[in-house]
């Protein structure tokens, strides 16, 4: 079974549209976070939760909003899309501090 | 998180031990010593951690200097799904939250066979 599953794996949209990508672990962790990967492969940490609350909340533009509504899931929703929002979204999980397991990505390409 | 220094690429043979360094002269006393890899088109995956002593697992082990101010990932034999960007990663595990990772841009290990 997949520890970190993400959908969809490939998300293809127009400017302007709203989009969410969607994260489930099954690994019974407490916290969830999402990244961002860019053209220029740089891994940058846009959120993390921990047990439903928003513990840190990077310079990323108020159009994106995560949502969790449990512990195993923390979704992403993003709105009104910009070119500069394609690139590579990882989920991942982690006990406090513990190792973080990583989803395998949701490519979003917006045009 | 304190700043890490890694060589952009190196390139090893198969089969032949492979030392990854990384320099970090401002870690902290709090900051733990993490390495992440990332195969192609995957998630990065957790490799091992330290903050002191030197560390072991099934994966790699992890040379600490004593003035913690540089470390050294070791993979003992190095195969061809070995190669991917790995990461060193500093982060303070001494607060009560749950920080992310901050990535630099890693090493890219290119295995020859």
């Known amino acids: 079974d997949t520890a970190v599953s993400q959908t969809p794996k490939y998300l293809v949209t127009q400017m302007g549209n709203d989009k969410s990508i969607k994260c489930e672990q099954n690994?019974?962790?407490?916290?969830m976070y999402w990244y961002k990967q860019d053209s220029k492969k740089f891994l940058k940490i846009m959120f993390s939760y921990n047990n439903k609350e928003l513990i840190i909340n990077e310079t990323v533009p108020n159009r994106f909003s995560p949502k969790s509504p449990d512990k195993a899931h923390l979704n992403l929703h993003i709105n009104s899309l910009e070119l500069g929002d394609s690139a590579v979204y990882f989920c991942a999980s982690s006990q406090v501090y513990g190792e973080q397991f990583f989803g395998p990505g949701t490519r979003l390409t917006v045009l | 998180d304190a700043k890490t220094t890694q060589p952009n690429s190196m390139e090893s043979n198969e089969e032949e031990p492979v030392h990854l360094p990384c320099n970090h002269s401002t870690i902290s006393g709090t900051d733990y010593i993490h390495w992440y890899r990332q195969l192609p088109s995957q998630g990065p995956e957790y490799v091992i951690h330290?903050?002191?002593s030197n560390v072991n697992n099934r994966m790699a082990s992890l040379a600490i200097a004593e003035d913690r101010k540089s470390s050294t990932l070791i993979l003992h034999r190095a195969t061809l799904r070995d190669a991917a960007v790995y990461y060193c990663i500093l982060r303070d595990d001494s607060g009560g939250g749950a920080d992310g990772l901050t990535f630099g841009k890693g090493t890219h290990l290119i295995i020859q066979p």
């Open positions: 690994l019974g962790h407490d916290t």
């Open positions: 330290g903050l002191t």
